[in-house]
């Protein structure tokens, strides 16, 4: 009479990153058995990143050498750096852990590219950094030109950071976006992570004020936050710990837009799984138990490695993107993005941070915080079978200027079927 709930119990990454590599690599094998390639490569997520080497069984079926890049060609291959083999194990797979834990098949919808953009020692010159990037994203689309894609960049810097304001690095991924009126592109980015000095204490009131880094101030791209659903920790290292966020809330590491002037864009626009945190008094640290886990840079030292932060979420909004694009090829850059952001609904504790705002400022500054919320598969992919989603394809111009006066101009109108 004294049970109140019974529970399967939860299997964290903590379990596969305790194991030997030997261990590692029998569990990877097991799973990349079971994986059914897309039935074309049509469809990719492209990462702009620190490169990605084709040894790992999970990611060498999905990356073809042709796809491998780097904005410098005398830079070396690989990565060395173990960032952008963390991207293309969650770009390609999600998390890995429920995959591991099933036995049935594994079906993958697109394949990867990967643009080398860091090379392995000292820097890029900032100045630079929007030159970069259009030309790595032209190596990818040169190399495969007839190929639906969706660009992810988990890269950051707090250079050029303005509380909104465009960027030399923004304005050229606005450009990249929408900018040409003969090509469009779906180009993903992280919101930054705050990097040091995290603490119980700080939480969630340094979110609210650490804001979002360059370049992911641009309009037309599609801004990434992190929040989580990780808060079992069974790691007896960490005994006595608690999670720095309840479930269902921001991640401690994600930055927002609540300090930007109402003129700048809603950003992040969508929230995804970026992992927790964990504190006990003072202490603030990280555990294996809270991550997400992924494909490790160099499987001779291990094959699983754990993965956090808005880079992750950007990570899973590309795996999210790819899959969409698998099933709606056809559909312009722009209606993916419309649908992710569309499918998007906040959480319990994010509906109750909005009812408790009293007022219009705070209300936004919610908005600022989570953009639209968690974005779903299935709303996204499905809305033509149960929750209806209509986007119209079509072009207007609804502003034009006189003298120094905005006014409208087109308007379209549309028959619901």
């Not at 370049?215 to 006595?240: F, M, R, S």
């Not at 995804?272 to 003072?282: I, M, P, S, T, V």
Request: hydrophobic fraction near 40%; glycine fraction near 8%.
């Amino acid at each position: 009479d004294s049970i109140a709930e019974l529970r399967r119990a939860k299997d964290t990454p903590a379990l596969f990153m305790n194991w030997h590599n030997v261990e590692q690599a029998a569990w990877a094998a097991g799973l990349a058995e079971r994986i059914v390639p897309p039935k074309s490569r049509d469809v990719a997520v492209c990462l702009l990143d620190t490169g990605v080497s084709r040894a790992h069984p999970l990611l060498a079926a999905a990356l073809d050498p042709n796809d491998v890049h780097s904005y410098d060609p005398t830079w070396l291959g690989g990565d060395q750096n173990g960032h952008g083999a963390d991207m293309a194990g969650t770009a390609l797979y999600g998390d890995l852990m429920p995959l591991l834990a099933g036995n049935g098949p594994v079906t993958t919808t697109h394949c990867l590219e990967s643009v080398k953009i860091f090379p392995d020692q000292g820097s890029n010159e900032p100045k630079l950094y929007g030159a970069i990037t259009a030309e790595s994203i032209a190596r990818a689309e040169i190399s495969a030109p007839g190929r639906h894609r969706a660009t992810c960049m988990a890269v950051t810097c707090d250079i050029g950071v303005n509380r909104g304001r465009p960027s030399s690095w923004s304005a050229a991924i606005d450009q990249l976006c929408f900018g040409d009126p003969t090509v469009s592109r779906l180009i993903l980015l992280a919101a930054g992570n705050i990097r040091n000095g995290l603490s119980k204490a700080d939480y969630p009131a340094r979110n609210e004020t650490e804001p979002i880094e360059n370049p992911a101030q641009a309009w037309n791209a599609l801004t990434v936050g992190a929040y989580t659903e990780k808060t079992a920790i069974v790691d007896e290292t960490y005994a006595g710990w608690e999670p720095v966020a309840p479930s269902g809330d921001i991640c401690p590491t994600s930055r927002t837009s609540v300090t930007w002037e109402k003129k700048w864009p809603i950003k992040p626009e969508i929230v995804l799984e970026g992992g927790n945190w964990a504190f006990q008094g003072d202490q603030c640290d990280c555990p294996d138990d809270l991550g997400i886990l992924t494909t490790h840079r160099d499987p001779t030292i291990r094959h699983f490695d754990i993965f956090r932060d808005t880079s992750a979420a950007t990570a899973i909004a590309g795996n999210l993107a790819g899959r969409i694009m698998a099933l709606v090829p056809e559909r312009w850059p722009e209606t993916i993005r419309a649908l992710i952001v569309h499918s998007a609904e906040w959480t319990p504790v994010m509906k109750g941070q909005l009812d408790a705002a009293p007022s219009k400022q705070q209300k936004r500054a919610v908005l600022r915080k989570y953009g639209y919320g968690v974005p779903s598969y299935e709303r996204a992919a499905l809305s033509s079978a149960n929750d209806l989603t209509l986007i119209v394809e079509d072009e207007l111009q609804p502003f034009w200027k006189e003298g120094s006066v905005i006014k409208t101009r087109h308007m379209n109108l549309h028959q619901f079927p």
